[in-house]
């Protein structure tokens, strides 16, 4: 078993949907927690940063850290075309510099 | 200010072939990565390197892949006889020291071993 599942999709949504993406982990260690956007053929580039539990929220984009149940999600309200790429998270434990990465989520949203 | 970059974009070899991918760190980040991304997989984390101390190899999959980093600066990322199965994308990381600090990504190198 990984440390880190993601659901690789694809995922299609209309332009406009509220989407949905998930990670599940099972390193109770973690407490640093981070959602990245990765383009085709680009690096990733980070979107959300969370430490512990709880929400944060950033424009139309929305962490949930859920450590009693080891399963962080990633909402985007109102998703643009501009939102399809790759979405990964990734997450480490207190005191490393280590990340864990999931295998990413691809993500379309149709115009 | 500028990002992390790296070279070349894109690395067509052939099998048996040695191969060098460079990485310019963002200036005044100490800490730099190196990870591999193979197609449906999640980024591998390849080595670590902070300032003047002894870089963590423990990713390195195995004696054919070996980095440095000169002056505290720009790394490479050599594979040596290179396989078919080394073909990824190559993506270089860098940070500040500390926990809790953001990794910023370079565009990566799309490595093709033929």
New interface residues.
């Given amino acids: 078993q990984k440390e880190?599942e993601?659901d690789?999709g694809p995922l299609s949504v209309p332009e406009g949907a509220i989407v949905s993406l998930n990670c599940t982990y099972s390193n109770s260690a973690f407490q640093?927690f981070?959602w990245?956007r990765q383009y085709s053929?680009?690096?990733?580039?980070?979107l959300m940063?969370t430490?512990s539990s709880g929400n944060k929220e950033d424009g139309r984009f929305t962490a949930q850290v859920d450590k009693s149940s080891k399963y962080i999600s990633l909402f985007i309200r109102d998703s643009q075309p501009s939102d399809s790429a790759t979405y990964?998270c990734?997450m480490?434990e207190?005191?490393?510099?280590?990340?864990?990465?999931?295998?990413?989520t691809r993500l379309k949203v149709l115009a | 200010g500028a990002g992390v970059s790296q070279s070349p974009s894109n690395k067509v070899t052939e099998k048996g072939k040695d191969v060098e991918l460079r990485c310019d760190p963002i200036s005044g980040h100490t800490a730099l990565y190196w990870y591999r991304q193979s197609l449906g997989q999640g980024l591998e984390f390849l080595i670590y390197f902070q300032g003047n101390s002894a870089p963590d190899k423990s990713g390195l999959p195995s004696d054919r892949f070996s980095a440095e980093r000169t002056g505290g600066s720009v790394s490479t990322l050599t594979i040596q006889r290179t396989q078919q199965e080394d073909s990824a994308v190559y993506l270089c990381a860098s940070s500040l020291v500390g926990e809790g600090f953001e990794q910023y990504f370079g565009p990566g190198t799309r490595l093709t071993v033929t």
């Fill in positions: 880190v993601q690789p640093y981070m990245y053929r680009k690096g990733p580039e980070l940063y430490y990964l990734a480490s207190s005191g490393t510099y280590k990340y864990i990465f999931g295998t990413g």
